[in-house]
């Protein structure tokens, strides 16, 4: 039988993930720390952006839409940790690999989420498949775009 979240459920699934990510803020800090890099703010990528662009603006459409982009970040944050990891010293490839793995469990719990509450809300019958692939081709033409600004979460750079 299919377990759909309650509200506090849902609640509870976010926090977990928000503290999750704040301890690995932590850790990056004392690794930049350690290795005198300073931290500066970034705004949101183009990525980022583009796909928060396509969220519907009405509920529970909206938190559906955040949810699967959260998804597909985390899943893309996978992919790219996972390329990097042979090519770092000792100490970043253990933490990438720790950060791949809870990265990959977030990116499951977001599109659980999603799909549960998309059920709870509109009913058994709904099928997320379509707009899953909408925000996917999305997601793809934006990963393929040459970007200006190369972040973890970008497109192709541009020519140096």
Same mark, same amino acid.
């Given at each position: ?15 977990? /993930? ?7 803020? %932590?850790?990056?800090?004392? /690794? ?5 890099? @300073? ?6 990528? #183009? ?49 990438? #690999? ?6 990959? @469990? ?24 379509? @707009? ?14 040459? %970007?200006? %600004? ?11």
């Amino acid at each position: 039988m299919f377990h759909y979240p309650t509200e506090v459920e849902l609640l509870q699934t976010m926090s977990r /993930i928000a503290r999750e990510e704040l301890i690995h803020f %932590d850790q990056v800090c004392r /690794i930049m720390q350690t290795r005198n890099i @300073r931290y500066g703010h970034l705004s949101a990528s #183009r990525y980022a952006c583009g796909l928060r662009h396509l969220t519907r603006s009405y509920e529970p459409g909206r938190l559906i839409d955040r949810l699967i982009i959260s998804a597909f970040i985390e899943a893309r944050s996978c992919e790219r940790f996972a390329c990097l990891v042979p090519h770092l010293d000792n100490e970043l490839s253990w933490f990438y #690999r720790y950060l791949l793995k809870s990265e990959a @469990r977030h990116y499951q719990d977001y599109l659980a989420l999603a799909k549960s509450i998309a059920v709870r809300q509109l009913g058994k019958q709904c099928n997320l498949s379509q @707009r899953i692939e909408l925000l996917r081709q999305q997601e793809t033409e934006l990963i393929q775009a040459i %970007d200006s %600004d190369f972040r973890f979460h970008s497109g192709l750079p541009t020519a140096a």
